[in-house]
């Protein structure tokens, strides 16, 4: 368990840039290498797609630190995350200690990891997107 600073981010942080694609660019990348964020009810939320191992991680790990530093709430739509190991479970602890993450909808997969490991008494996990936002605290 590690607090969120730059020293111990590094190695989860570490992956492709987090400037946004321009052009024709998103059509060759991975879902995973293009992070939608969006605004929704004063919360911003970040859209997770795709399989996320230590090395497919950099940009949504980039687009919640980002989101984490500008808004009060922040919600990671895991609904269309096909595949998730112990590094997506770790970025998910590391910003719930933010005091801003909500988890929303998330896929079978990640609802598995959650139950195995026990995190989903730990995280802020609810059914839908509408529900995670109206979560207090």
Not at 5 to 26: F, Q
Not at 47 to 61: E, I, Q, W
Not at 74 to 80: E, M, N, R
Request: with cysteine; aromatic share 4%; charged share 25%.
């Amino acid at each position: 368990h590690m607090p969120w600073d730059d020293a111990a981010a590094t190695e989860l942080l570490s992956g492709p840039g987090s400037e946004p694609s321009t052009g024709g660019a998103a059509e060759e990348a991975r879902p995973q290498d293009v992070v939608l964020r969006y605004e929704y009810r004063g919360a911003q939320v970040v859209v997770a797609r795709g399989d996320y191992d230590l090395h497919s991680l950099g940009p949504l790990a980039d687009a919640l630190k980002a989101a984490t530093d500008t808004h009060p709430k922040v919600i990671l739509d895991a609904s269309g995350v096909t595949f998730a190991d112990s590094s997506f479970l770790n970025l998910m602890i590391l910003v719930h200690r933010t005091g801003k993450l909500r988890v929303a909808a998330p896929s079978a997969p990640v609802r598995r990891l959650c139950a195995i490991t026990g995190v989903d008494d730990v995280l802020q996990i609810r059914d839908t997107l509408s529900d995670a936002v109206a979560v207090e605290r």
